[in-house]
């Protein structure tokens, strides 16, 4: 049997991860990573072409994952790309994924594709979980946790503060909280009195910490309402302790199956590089695209949609035998 | 839109589960509880019928959960009702999985039904999660632990050692294990240097602490080889503490996604109750049975052939903008 035929599409560190992943998916072969910038600038193993020389691989590529960014690349790419490709995202605007699947649908459908979007691990695998903990626990309530992890999002909001020369955001969850939660106790949970903000800030010459650690901590949307820790830190520090891109958290479920009885449901990640793992559920979501394709099953699709089997590189058969 | 017709076959502690679980999924009915017993006996606030009746419920019932046991009853009643109705049973010897599916899948497929088989958390949720974990991470280890909780096939084995008045097994996964994986080493991990096992023993009368203690550690296949703690109490202190049946565990894959940067993937339940929960899964997939079913897509299914949307009682449209 032929191998799975995946083309990249965009070379930052998600398209870096994917190329790294592929060589954990034997079923699987890279033809060519697709690029804006000039091709030979990128120092890759891998075949490297244009962005226009995609219409070239139509009929060659099953599947082609889409490493662009949720701000303007996947909005603009996702639809245009889907009228010729079976695709793969990790569209991650939560609030406007309703309307992105809607777009993708109609198109994927018209044009006999299949278009998974927004995998990954959040959204992905914690929005799985989400759903799998209030089916099984209908009375309860969903608590998600982001982190330790660094947030690329609010790093790059520092840096763009003036006498900021390099940033890291640092998002961490409650601990204690957490402990209260699996408790059974139900404590006031948002997004802000669950997490705290920890920013590590190589200072630029002549500026002032106090003056930057204050436009950082009232920065409106970001950190705000936050409870927000500043460390400034020489450069080498920086370097050597805060280049890496860790990231993870939890998804519990806390309910009750009867009056007394309490059940607790947790999911939890814990991931060295964050990209390189939402590459790793793209890849996996990626082998379900080809499947659900051979299959003519057409249209969009999000993780609810797709039988978990579909993800593995072994038969069902196997997977009774060895995993149920 | 009406409601799902739920019928339940055996009142053992699982079908009470899913009497009791019932009362939290408004979009389902139980229309009756079947027994073998005399339905008079059972003291239920369901109306409860004979095995018997069960003919008459032929175009009744939507799905039918099986909630007796794996040893006998399931092989037995499968294939029987598979016949009749849309089943879900929680089919839990491993080894005989792969025989199990083969025989439900055909007699399902032959009387356009859907048999969900071998859900609950373990088979179940564990499956799906070590199914996941290990596509999402092809080069990576998968651990299963399980408790702290109440075997009920250890406690019965025990309560049939002479001497023995009451007695409860509790399976315990060793913490330093779990802690050693999650700190990217690579323990030798089996079934048996995982677990210890802890036993609250009521004595009967005229027997020796001693004796019964060396019976019970040294029983092959359940005690022999395990590291085993025993303990004797008072029968107002069994029934104060060891009456209830919780359970729980863990499913781990420990991977990398490149040289050097670890990923770890944890799913953990803890569990007040063992049959309840496994109840309160088993309604979940009734629901998507009964979706597929309604769909046309018969056959036996496990949890690894479910699209994860079906399980729950919201409309995908809402999904996408809620859970994703």
């Known amino acids: 049997m032929g191998k799975i035929k995946i083309g990249i599409l965009g070379y930052g560190n998600l398209g870096k991860g994917v190329e790294e992943g592929l060589n954990r998916n034997p079923d699987m072969e890279l033809l060519g990573i697709f690029t804006r910038r000039n091709p030979q600038d990128l120092k890759t193993k891998s075949p490297c072409y244009a962005l226009d020389d995609l219409e070239n691989f139509k009929d060659k590529l099953d599947v082609l994952i889409m490493c662009g960014g949720s701000k303007s690349d996947i909005p ?45 691990w959040d959204p992905g695998l914690f929005s799985l979980n989400r759903l799998i903990g209030e089916a099984v626990l209908p009375e309860g309530k969903t608590y998600t946790f982001w982190g330790r ?17 390099k940033a890291a955001q640092y998002t961490l969850p409650k601990e204690e909280m957490i402990k209260a939660i699996k408790a059974g106790q139900d404590p006031a949970y948002t997004g ?41 830190i020489s450069d080498e520090e920086f370097e050597r302790d805060h280049r890496g891109m860790p990231h993870g958290g939890k998804v519990i479920r806390q309910g009750i199956t009867s009056k007394g009885h309490s059940a607790s449901y947790q999911f939890e990640l814990d991931l060295a590089s964050n990209p390189e793992f939402t590459a790793s559920v793209n890849i996996a ?16 699709k999000t993780v609810l949609d797709i039988a978990p089997g579909l993800l593995s590189m072994c038969s069902m058969e196997e997977l009774r035998k060895r995993i149920i």
Do not use: W
């Open 285 to 300: 979501y990626a082998r379900a695209c080809y499947r659900l394709a051979k299959n003519e099953e057409y249209g969009a």
């Open 192 to 232: 802000q009195t669950a997490h705290e903000r920890e920013v590590f800030v190589v200072l630029a010459e002549g500026f002032d910490r106090d003056e930057v650690r204050k436009e950082i901590v009232n920065m409106p949307d970001y950190f705000l309402g936050y409870k927000t820790l500043v460390h400034f």
């Open 149 to 165: 992890g660094v947030s690329q999002g609010h790093s790059d909001a520092v840096r763009k503060v003036k006498g900021v020369k």
């Open 76 to 120: 603009d790419q996702g639809p245009k790309m889907t009228r010729f490709f079976n695709t793969v995202d990790s569209f991650d605007k939560h609030g406007k994924i309703p309307e992105y699947f809607e777009t993708m649908d109609q198109i994927a459908k018209d044009n006999k594709k299949v278009a998974v979007i927004s995998t990954g």
